[in-house]
């Protein structure tokens, strides 16, 4: 059942009108620089990301495996992963844990992408359920399975509400995450998986601490869509179209509180999204459905896709004078209105809301002065 299921993923997510919502990076301004002071050649767009090199800032996102066509699929992106040093995350492993004879479909990841950055992944309603030695066994095996640098839990209530067969169990996930922390030797990242990190939730990460969440936020590809295009219950879908917090807000959200890597996913569509997505305060971002449309259609497509992502980032580096991604974070960077008023409202302090803040202090603190001395005449 879960392969038919995982087919299915793939088949609603390459074929059907899943994105929904607004990521808001058209909202996001960074500020040209018309005086570079180096050539485009000097642009120096490599990371260094869990003990890895990265050609760029960018990780295949989270897709598939446990079938014959995820399999493929894997093994296409994997190849890309290795020849162009980019990181790739795996899907879900359950499907392997539970069926070991599908678990060739993870293991193409390592046999193509030997020296690539490679993320296991596992859900926190299915390690919620575990014993805390069997959860430990589990996650073993899923690093072993692909020779993981890391890996990844994924926060996915919403899709498990919306899932047919779905498993919304998340009583007592933090303290399994806790465990995974202590005892696993991979640094350990906690993602969604398109409806956003917010600042709470991230304060109750800090408790672990994680080496990195993956924000997937809003604006991107929808499981909640997915599912209910399954289930056949698109009306359900419908009513909780707007759900979740946009990616752009959620980086912001989370960089307010939380110190670790950051990761940026859900409607990122370019390198330009990237690099403001680097701009506000991650340190890499993913891109997952159009790296599944291009490995259905072939190697050469994918080849196609990455090197537009990388000409496109390096090109935001280049007009903003960024020589390095050090210097991409510290460039100045505008919102619209719509996202300065979220960040306002929810008071969150992070780059986009510094000055307003500091413009905002004296001026408050002239008017109640004012209210007091009004007042005490």
Known sequence: MI?????????????????????LFDGVQLIHNALPEMDFNDVDSTIELFNKRLSFPFIIGALTGGTET??????????AAEEFGIGMYVGSQRIALMKPETAWSFRVVK?????????????????SRLSDRDLVDWVNEAVDMINADAVAIHLNPAQELFQPEGEPWFSG????LKLIRR??????????????VSMEVARMLNSIPPDAIDVAGHGGTSFIRIEAIRGGELSKADVFRDWGIPTVLSICEVSSVYDGVIIASGGVRNGLDGAKAIALGADAFTMSRPMLVSALKGYEAVRELINKLMWEFKATMFLTGSRRVEDLKKTPVVANLPILLWLIQRGVKCKLTTNIYNQIKPIASMLINKVFNTTEH
Do not use: C, T, Y
Request: glycine content about 12%.
């Open 111 to 127: 046999d193509n992408a030997p020296s690539a950055l490679k993320i296991a992944n596992l859900g926190a309603p299915q390690v």
């Open 3 to 23: 392969g038919g299921r995982k087919d299915e993923h793939i088949r609603i997510a390459s074929s059907s009108d899943v994105e929904v919502g607004d990521s």
């Open 70 to 79: 995820a399999g493929r699929v894997n093994a296409v992106l994997a190849k």
């Open 183 to 196: 005892v696993v030797n991979r640094p350990l990242i906690i993602k969604e998986v398109g409806n956003g």
């Open 173 to 176: 996930v933090l303290g399994k």
